[in-house]
């Protein structure tokens, strides 16, 4: 055979012979010497992605050498480190509502056993307010001085909140239809993305408070005088409807109403030696005739206003008064807190349109005043507030005489 042809093909047989020879080798392929970009080495894993709030999955695990994850069980929100530090709370009935804090908002569905977060952010959530178990609002403070607010919506029962647009005032937000809402005295009548202030009275004291357009109320201190003011016709003109000497300063006031005709007025007077003077007074005929509820004139904050410093009156259990909650023409709520007590909370209640007044024998601990969120005369709830210790909430199925607690929140985080 021709050298010239032999030679390519001993040079054909070498290279299969060297090619089946590796084949049948049991090492493996060397690995490449630089790892794949971002892969973590010792057999770690990646970290995983934070989960966004109310997700199944937590955002904490360990990674262990064989390259595994030992998962810790996903966390109930409240459990979360995000619901520490509640500053609202709102009920849609005995079993649902929702709580706000800084920066999120949660819903119980199960009588606040167990809450869901829906909405997380940076800001404080100052109100929420529900119209029904689907449209609700919330009040965000944007700015630590409070002069920054935003409002946002759901109209899903939270499964999604949007940002609607700048609340004009810090004051309490009620909507009574899915576009009217009032914000003390501004309105809107498209779901909050625009305000028109309504007129009110000089001289008024704390907020105007508008039942609907048409029907507000006001208070205003003049030439020593407390005079309660009502219109008719969208803030107008004012009439004033009840008129009271005082011979003490008025501090503030809280108003609120079950209907057109309804209106409860609480008055706040001086402070001294950790107390408050403070009176409430309920017309349910549009301001014809009044009945006084609450007349609390205490030794270090003199008498209440609206009452002689003699007069001794139906009182409210706490020396300074508690959030105010009014559920029907009938019904109405009163927190009472007591600074020096070691349980500082207590709740009191009418039935009769504050004819009577029943204290409630109950003390529940927290370091400020507890928050209200009543869904009908017999089921509501409260929230006790702590700067140390956890909230808690508790409720109550015999409209306030008994409070349990079903539920417990984080433990403030400390500064």
Same mark, same amino acid.
């Given at each position: 055979?021709?050298?010239?042809?032999?030679?390519?093909?001993?040079?054909?047989?070498?290279?299969?012979?060297?090619?089946?020879?590796?084949?049948?080798?049991?090492?493996?392929?060397?690995?490449?010497?630089?790892?794949?970009?971002?892969?973590?080495?010792?057999?770690?894993?990646n970290a995983p992605e934070q989960g966004k709030p109310g997700d199944a999955a937590s955002s904490e695990g360990t990674g262990n050498v064989n390259g595994s994850t030992n998962q810790q069980p996903s966390k109930p929100v409240?459990?979360?480190?995000?619901?520490?530090?509640?500053?609202?709370?709102?009920?849609?009935?005995?079993?649902?509502?929702?709580?706000?804090?800084?920066?999120?908002?949660?819903?119980?569905?199960?009588?606040?056993?167990?809450?869901?977060?829906?909405?997380?952010?940076?800001?404080?959530?100052?109100?929420?307010?529900?119209?029904?178990?689907?449209?609700?609002?919330?009040?965000?403070?944007?700015?630590?001085?409070?002069?920054?607010?935003?409002?946002?919506?759901?109209?899903?029962?939270?499964?999604?909140?949007?940002?609607?647009?700048?609340?004009?005032?810090?004051?309490?937000?009620?909507?009574?239809?899915?576009?009217?809402?009032?914000?003390?005295?501004?309105?809107t009548k498209d779901g909050g993305k625009s305000w028109q202030s309504l007129a009110v009275p000089d001289h008024m004291v704390g907020d105007a408070y508008f039942h609907d357009k048409t029907n507000g109320w006001a208070v205003t201190a003049e /030439?020593?005088?407390?005079? $309660?003011?009502? !219109? =008719? *016709?969208? @803030? &107008?003109? #004012?009439?004033?409807?009840?008129?009271?000497?005082?011979?003490?300063?008025?501090?503030?006031?809280?108003?609120?109403?079950?209907?057109?005709?309804?209106?409860?007025?609480?008055?706040?007077?001086?402070?001294?030696?950790?107390?408050?003077?403070?009176?409430?007074?309920?017309?349910?005929?549009?301001?014809?005739?009044?009945?006084?509820?609450?007349?609390?004139?205490?030794?270090?904050?003199?008498?209440?206003?609206?009452?002689?410093?003699?007069?001794?009156?139906?009182?409210?259990?706490?020396?300074?008064?508690?959030?105010?909650?009014?559920?029907?023409?009938?019904?109405?709520?009163?927190?009472?807190?007591?600074?020096?007590? /070691?349980?500082?909370?207590? $709740?009191?209640? !009418? =039935? *009769?349109? @504050? &004819?009577? #007044?029943?204290?409630?024998?109950?003390?529940?601990?927290?370091?400020?005043?507890?928050?209200?969120?009543?869904?009908?005369?017999?089921?509501?709830?409260?929230?006790?507030?702590?700067?140390?210790?956890?909230?808690?909430?508790?409720?109550?199925?015999?409209?306030?005489?008994?409070?349990?607690?079903?539920?417990?929140?984080?433990?403030?985080?400390?500064?």
């Amino acid at each position: 055979m021709n050298r010239a042809i032999q030679q390519p093909i001993a040079l054909l047989f070498l290279i299969l012979f060297l090619s089946f020879a590796a084949g049948c080798s049991s090492d493996p392929a060397p690995a490449s010497v630089n790892p794949a970009p971002n892969a973590q080495q010792s057999g770690q894993t990646n970290a995983p992605e934070q989960g966004k709030p109310g997700d199944a999955a937590s955002s904490e695990g360990t990674g262990n050498v064989n390259g595994s994850t030992n998962q810790q069980p996903s966390k109930p929100v409240s459990e979360s480190g995000l619901m520490s530090h509640l500053t609202a709370v709102r009920a849609i009935d005995p079993s649902s509502g929702w709580v706000g804090g800084d920066g999120g908002i949660a819903r119980t569905d199960d009588g606040g056993k167990q809450w869901k977060m829906q909405y997380s952010g940076k800001d404080k959530i100052a109100q929420i307010f529900a119209l029904n178990g689907q449209d609700a609002w919330g009040m965000i403070e944007k700015s630590a001085d409070g002069t920054k607010r935003e409002l946002i919506q759901t109209s899903d029962g939270g499964a999604q909140w949007t940002t609607v647009g700048p609340l004009p005032n810090p004051g309490f937000v009620h909507f009574v239809s899915k576009q009217e809402g009032f914000a003390a005295n501004a309105y809107t009548k498209d779901g909050g993305k625009s305000w028109q202030s309504l007129a009110v009275p000089d001289h008024m004291v704390g907020d105007a408070y508008f039942h609907d357009k048409t029907n507000g109320w006001a208070v205003t201190a003049e /030439d020593k005088k407390i005079l $309660v003011k009502r !219109t =008719t *016709d969208a @803030g &107008k003109s #004012w009439t004033t409807v009840l008129s009271r000497d005082t011979s003490t300063f008025l501090n503030g006031t809280v108003i609120r109403s079950a209907g057109a005709d309804d209106v409860w007025v609480e008055l706040i007077g001086d402070s001294g030696m950790s107390q408050t003077s403070y009176s409430l007074f309920h017309s349910s005929d549009g301001g014809k005739n009044w009945q006084p509820v609450l007349s609390n004139s205490t030794a270090g904050a003199g008498p209440a206003p609206g009452f002689p410093a003699d007069y001794t009156g139906t009182k409210n259990a706490g020396s300074k008064p508690g959030e105010l909650y009014v559920v029907n023409p009938k019904a109405a709520f009163m927190g009472g807190y007591c600074p020096a007590c /070691d349980n500082p909370n207590t $709740v009191g209640y !009418t =039935t *009769d349109g @504050g &004819k009577t #007044w029943v204290n409630g024998k109950e003390q529940i601990p927290g370091s400020s005043g507890a928050m209200l969120a009543i869904s009908d005369p017999q089921n509501g709830w409260l929230i006790s507030k702590d700067a140390a210790n956890p909230s808690v909430l508790y409720t109550t199925a015999d409209g306030g005489q008994h409070w349990k607690a079903v539920h417990t929140f984080d433990k403030p985080k400390q500064p």
